[in-house]
């Protein structure tokens, strides 16, 4: 599997290019049940959450204002990890294609998955071979887009999350509302109530102080890290230069799971791939500081296929495609790749503020989610793709843009894909009410009784003037916004009445008084 | 022969860059490379960030690490202390509990029974506390030493202390496990509290050397 065959190696190959496909429907979770506006209606109800998360991005904001801030070379750190990311793409056949000869060189064996449902049967296997029915799982987005975990359950191999969100979690059957801190949306005693309730042999006396929460946890884990022989992991880099793949982390779970089993397997997007060693030296100032917010984060791995006498023995590389390559097709789409996942998008956006990570439906939520997930997925996967509610899970502010540390036009890319939707989406309500209102514009009869008919909207509105919902076509407007009430008259039969031709007149004598008092403008 | 996943993968990603070829881009790396700083000022810098993740910070002189060593140990009341094989024996030389040298055969909950390790270090990086090891070279030992142990104990010479992270990077061996150290370990997942010390070591405490 991993030699390079045939004519595609050295990059010539016959016929006409196809538009590479989206992840799989129905696969992974990339997609949610519900539309953005749907889940996000009830999500706005959950007080607890949007303290936590007021709480939590404000924080993390500050935090990464002050160690962005103190940098003087920032903007040239941007512009690199940017144009770093940006070759990547440009070389991505030759960068994936060293890679992979560097790793199996260095005593790594390389695998590739066209899809999830592919990774998922990769893993299954190497962790069968080993004759392990549990493994450990480092906090990886990759797998969880993937839907790893799930897979493996139904197969008969448990896997347990180590990061401690990510186990808080798990543990409570839940799922990440967060990239960063995937736990947000619990609290402390919520926490507690986990723990009592799923960790085996925990202090029936455990109280709610996240130290000892966290030591509850530590004991739990400890114990597993000691026996477990399997370990599964994301990366965040993997440079094709050397083979050298980058864990960033700030528990120590990650350097458990990377150092102490004998066997690891590493699920990397092919999009994550980086040209240089050397390239090292911008990201690892890039990502924590706009991730966490602090200068560097605790911990980070690297490593370079098997150590002799150190580490894993076994080590695996899975390279996922799952939609990726359709987002590289995509002119402008294929940017939303050079995303490292730092999460700072998410805490400057003021939507994923109020409605969560949950509302989102996917693994990556936030304003990168809503660009990267409809490019990985699509957004007409069936009618009513919740997908397609995504573009518009925005207001346009641009924050996102701002905070991102590769400099992805987040905006630019939602309006794009707000154009794919209109475009691919047949006849919809919108374009046949602005096919009406085209024809009804042209015809100024036309246009005067149907403004005295909306008049007639005042009779349905209620007492705050405010029409709260709206009959098909329009309910979708109406979802998720109040619609003011039309006026009782219409500006042009004011204008023609007695009572406007008076206001007119008033008007026009006072701005005749006022001219000589008005301020002097070319003085 | 049906095509491998490989293959199609990389049919993909050719067929991809065909259909949306993306802008020629050079890097411009005008960010900020090769800086220097005087020995006063790059200590100054590298403690300060070393207290700020609430590491604990000693210095020491090369004719003092012996001293300062067994004292920090005895501090943390460590009574058995793991060292890697290629350490300076004389660096223990004042330490009055056991010493035990590591080895890669030694199963790694033997390590748990260790109160803590003392290692060296390849190079640090001053602007953001950072302290790299390098699993390769004989004085800092397998990744799992400094790993599992509740204390670590890491001796930093001045003279490898560099200002920013790209002077750092330029001095690795990247084939070599790399590990980088920047405080205890730590969590903010519980109600974004800070909590030290979750997997690796609670303590981390950095002895500079400043004549070395």
Not at chain 1, 104 to 125: C, F, L, P, Y
Not at chain 2, 103 to 118: E, Y
Not at chain 2, 180 to 201: C, F, K, M, Q, Y
């Amino acid at each position: 599997m991993s030699s390079p065959t045939g004519p595609a190696a050295n990059g010539t190959f016959l016929g006409m290019p196809a538009v590479p496909p989206r992840s799989p429907y129905g696969t992974g979770h990339l997609r949610g049940e519900r539309t953005f506006p749907r889940a996000a209606h009830d999500e706005l109800d959950n007080e607890q959450l949007r303290r936590n998360l007021g709480k939590a991005t404000h924080s993390i904001r500050a935090k990464r204002l002050a160690v962005t801030g103190e940098l003087p070379d920032w903007e040239q750190l941007r512009d690199a990890g940017s144009a770093i990311k940006t070759d990547t793409m440009n070389r991505l056949p030759e960068l994936l294609e060293q890679l992979e000869r560097k790793v199996t060189e260095r005593g790594g064996t390389v695998h590739w998955a066209r899809d999830g449902v592919e990774a998922n049967e990769i893993v299954t296997r190497l962790v069968r071979d080993t004759g392990s029915d549990e493994i450990l799982k480092v906090k990886s987005m990759a797998t969880q887009e993937i839907g790893l975990n799930e897979h493996l359950e139904s197969q008969g191999i448990a896997a347990l999350e180590t990061d401690l969100a990510e186990l808080i979690v798990q543990l409570a059957d839940d799922r990440p509302s967060h990239i960063l801190v995937p736990a947000i949306h619990r609290n402390r005693d919520e926490i507690r109530e986990i723990f009592l309730r799923h960790i085996p042999g925990v202090d029936p006396a455990l109280d709610a102080d996240p130290a000892r929460l966290a030591a509850a946890a530590r004991t739990f884990l400890r114990e597993k890290f000691m026996t477990t022989k399997v370990a599964v992991s994301g990366a965040n880099f993997g440079i094709a230069e050397t083979g050298t793949l980058a864990v960033v982390e700030s528990e120590g779970n990650g350097r458990m799971c990377l150092t102490l089993p004998q066997t690891l397997i590493t699920v990397m997007g092919i999009e994550k791939v980086l040209p240089r060693f050397e390239d090292l030296e911008v990201f690892l100032q890039l990502l924590p500081r706009s991730s966490t917010g602090e200068r560097m984060n605790p911990y980070t791995s690297l490593w370079t296929g098997v150590t002799p006498g150190d580490g894993p023995q076994e080590f695996h590389l899975v390279l996922l495609d799952n939609g990726r390559t359709a987002a590289l097709a995509d002119r402008i789409g294929r940017a939303a790749l050079n995303c490292i996942r730092c999460s700072a998008c998410l805490n400057v956006c003021p939507v994923y503020e109020r409605t969560g990570g949950h509302a989102y439906g996917s693994t990556y939520p936030g304003p990168i989610g809503a660009v990267l997930t409809p490019q990985l997925a699509g957004m007409h996967g069936a009618k009513d793709d919740p997908n397609s509610s995504l573009p518009y899970a925005s207001s346009l502010c641009g924050a996102c843009f701002d905070a991102c540390p590769v400099k992805i036009d987040i905006p630019s890319l939602l309006v794009e894909l707000r154009h794919q939707h209109t475009e691919q989406s047949g006849t919809t309500a919108e374009k046949l009410a602005m096919k009406a209102a085209a024809t009804v514009m042209k015809r100024p009869g036309l246009f005067t009784t149907a403004q005295k008919a909306a008049g007639l909207g005042r009779v349905l509105a209620g007492r705050d003037g405010t029409l709260s919902r709206l009959p098909p076509p329009l309910n979708g407007w109406s979802d998720s916004r109040d619609t003011p009430a039309p006026p009782r008259q219409s500006f042009r039969s004011w204008f023609a009445s007695a009572e406007g031709a008076a206001a007119m007149r008033a008007a026009a004598a006072e701005g005749a008084r006022n001219t000589d008092d008005a301020p002097q403008e070319d003085s | 022969m049906t095509a491998t996943a490989r293959d199609t993968v990389l049919r993909r990603v050719r067929d991809a860059l065909t259909l949306s070829d993306g802008p020629e881009v050079t890097v411009p790396r005008a960010y900020r490379t090769g800086r220097t700083l005087p020995d006063e000022e790059r200590l100054a810098l590298f403690v300060d960030r070393l207290v700020d993740y609430r590491a604990q910070v000693r210095t020491c002189t090369a004719g003092t690490t012996a001293a300062v060593l067994a004292e920090v140990l005895r501090a943390h009341g460590a009574r058995r202390t793991g060292v890697p094989p290629g350490l300076d024996p004389a660096w223990l030389a004042g330490y009055d509990g056991e010493t035990v040298t590591d080895s890669a055969d030694v199963p790694a909950p033997r390590l748990d029974a260790l109160d803590g390790v003392v290692t060296a270090s390849a190079v640090s990086c001053a602007e953001t506390g950072t302290i790299f090891l390098d699993g390769a070279a004989a004085d800092q030992g397998r990744r799992a030493l400094t790993l599992v142990p509740d204390l670590h104990v890491c001796v930093v010479d001045l003279s490898s202390v560099r200002t920013g992270v790209p002077e750092a990077v330029a001095q690795l061996t990247p084939e070599h496990p790399i590990t980088l150290i920047s405080g205890p370990s730590a969590t903010s997942d519980i109600e974004l509290e800070r909590v030290e010390g979750v997997h690796g070591p609670r303590t981390l405490v950095v002895v500079i050397r400043t004549d070395a």
